[in-house]
């Protein structure tokens, strides 16, 4: 189980750093920047109950 859950939590961190890279410095600022990283961590926990 705890080799799911890394695997899981490796995808999600490569899939944010990718969205980031690809955005732009434009776009990383401010609130849309405090929104997705909101949303990533609403996400991230949602995840971590349904496996843990």
Do not use: D, E, K
């Amino acid at each position: 189980m705890s080799s799911t859950m890394l695997n899981v939590g490796n995808v999600i961190g490569l899939a944010v750093l990718v969205t980031l890279a690809n955005a732009g410095p434009s776009v990383l600022s401010g609130a849309p920047l405090h929104s997705g990283l909101a949303q990533g961590a609403q996400l991230t926990t949602f995840w971590r109950r349904c496996l843990g």
